[in-house]
């Protein structure tokens, strides 16, 4: 089946312990991005990834980093978590995204809790 | 102000029609979508318009946009319990290297 999965989905964590939220995707999608999803403020991207080896920032980078080794995974990784960072993480892929309608793939997302 | 705007609430009634509204500002959109996202799940594509078009249909969805305002809307026909949701418009511009924005989404309760 395709799918993008990510894992954890539920996890509770504390302030500052280095955590990765993985994402991976079977569809040989070159395209892969971040959100993050509050009440009130809809999704907002993280980082998004053209290509392998190729990253760029969203709209809410601070505080998140990612990498692009292979195709198929785009791990996001807070490197000292805080509390302004509970939300719902969704990760996405889509087949191009340079030209033509960008239809995106959704994962089922990662609630993460910072104490 | 927001790029791209939405009511963030609609409660209709099953079986009758729901319309869901969204407003974006960049006349140099592109494309044009909306996503469904149930309770606890990632949000799931619905359907996506060109910006040279005004209509499109699909089963019990049509959606409709008017260039002029910039305004696209989601007709749901014979609204369903299932269709309970949010709804998402997006919006993907010219030249933005193919990244979606988003509303924050319409919440739809389908009262039986």
């Known amino acids: 089946e395709a799918q993008v999965t990510q894992n954890p989905r539920y996890l509770i964590t504390v302030t500052g312990k280095k955590l990765t939220v993985t994402c991976s995707q079977n569809m040989n999608h070159e395209y892969m991005s971040w959100y993050r999803q509050d009440p009130g403020l809809g999704l907002r991207q993280i980082y998004y990834?053209?290509?392998?080896?190729?990253?760029d920032k969203g709209d809410v980078p601070e505080g998140y980093k990612v990498s692009r080794k292979e195709k198929r995974n785009f791990p996001l990784i807070l490197e000292s978590p805080s509390p302004n960072q509970t939300s719902l993480y969704f990760c996405?892929?889509?087949?191009?995204?340079?030209?033509?309608?960008?239809?995106?793939?959704f994962g089922a997302g990662s609630r993460l809790t910072v104490l | 102000g927001e790029d791209v705007e939405q009511s963030l609430f609609l409660s209709v009634r099953e079986g009758d029609s729901s319309v869901i509204n969204c407003t974006y500002t960049d006349s140099s959109s592109t494309y044009l979508y909306w996503y469904k996202q149930e309770p606890g799940a990632g949000l799931q594509l619905l359907t996506y318009i060109f910006s040279n078009m005004d209509m499109k249909q699909d089963q019990r969805l049509t959606v409709l946009l008017n260039k002029k305002d910039k305004h696209l809307s989601l007709r749901i026909a014979d609204t369903q319990t299932g269709d309970s949701a949010i709804y998402f418009c997006a919006e993907i511009r010219r030249g933005s290297q193919g990244n979606l924005i988003f509303g924050k989404g319409t919440k739809l309760s389908v009262k039986p």
């Open positions: 996405a892929s889509s087949l191009a995204q340079s030209s033509g309608a960008n239809v995106l793939t």
């Open positions: 990834s053209m290509n392998v080896e190729v990253t």
